[in-house]
């Protein structure tokens, strides 16, 4: 059963600033981007096996950032999914 929770958070400007910096690079207002996060974090540790698909796509995001992926442009993902499809096909 689902209940309603209100949380107070005090921050500083800076802090708000910051955060705020971030929610819009997410497309969200304050609020939202808070509470995906908490809720996020909560699944995480949680150990269900919601939490340890929100974990296993957390570190699939980080491996693909580290490798540069997050920079490729919409055309190039196109390309990278044909030629891992293509490549699959000649295994399989």
Do not use: C
């Amino acid at each position: 059963m689902a209940r309603d929770l209100t949380i107070q958070i005090r921050l500083t400007k800076e802090e708000h600033d910051t955060i705020a910096a971030q929610a819009r690079r997410e497309g969200l207002g304050v609020g939202t981007y808070l509470r995906a996060l908490a809720l996020r974090n909560a699944f995480e540790s949680s150990g269900s096996p919601r939490g340890r698909v929100f974990a296993a796509l957390r570190r699939a995001q980080e491996h693909a950032k580290a490798r540069g992926l997050d920079r490729l442009s919409p055309k190039d993902i196109d390309a990278e999914i044909k030629a891992a499809r293509a490549a699959r096909g000649r295994r399989g």
